[in-house]
Nanobody
Framework: QVQLVESGGGLVQAGESLRLSCTAS????????MGWYRQVPGKQRELVAI???????NYADSVKGRFTISRDNANNTVYLQMNNLKPEDTAVYYC??????????????????WGQGTQVTVSS
């Protein structure tokens, strides 16, 4: 129903920048929230940055001042500009979207969707 396609990961040195993008497509009536999570092996997936359902942004404390989330609503796309990258930012980054894809007796049907993940590796 809904597909999230991410791009922009790669291998960089500490202090460098990367920009991730994620585009949602499919049977989307509207998107409530959209953002980025990351995960390293053996650890839980954690929030990096997100546009909430009320339009505000939330960032993990570890990325505040370095990462910026932005969006293109017309194209259901969200970006993550990552500056001054650190080795501890190394992870698989996943795009997440909560989307309304239909209505059942006028009640919106809402579900979370994940992208396939993109690897970000920061060398010291």
């Amino acid at each position: 129903q809904v597909q999230l396609v991410e791009s922009g990961g790669g291998l960089v040195q500490a202090g460098e920048s990367l920009r991730l993008s994620c585009t949602a497509s499919g049977s989307i009536l509207s998107i409530n929230s959209m953002g980025w999570y990351r995960q390293v092996p053996g650890k839980q997936r954690e929030l990096v940055a997100i546009f909430t359902s009320v339009g505000s942004t939330n960032y993990a404390d570890s990325v505040k001042g370095r990462f910026t989330i932005s969006r293109d609503n017309a194209n259901n796309t969200v970006y993550l500009q990552m500056n001054n990258l650190k080795p501890e930012d190394t992870a698989v980054y996943y795009c997440d979207a909560e989307a309304i894809t239909g209505r059942i007796f006028s009640i919106p049907y809402t579900a979370h969707y994940w992208g396939q993940g993109t690897q970000v590796t920061v060398s010291s």
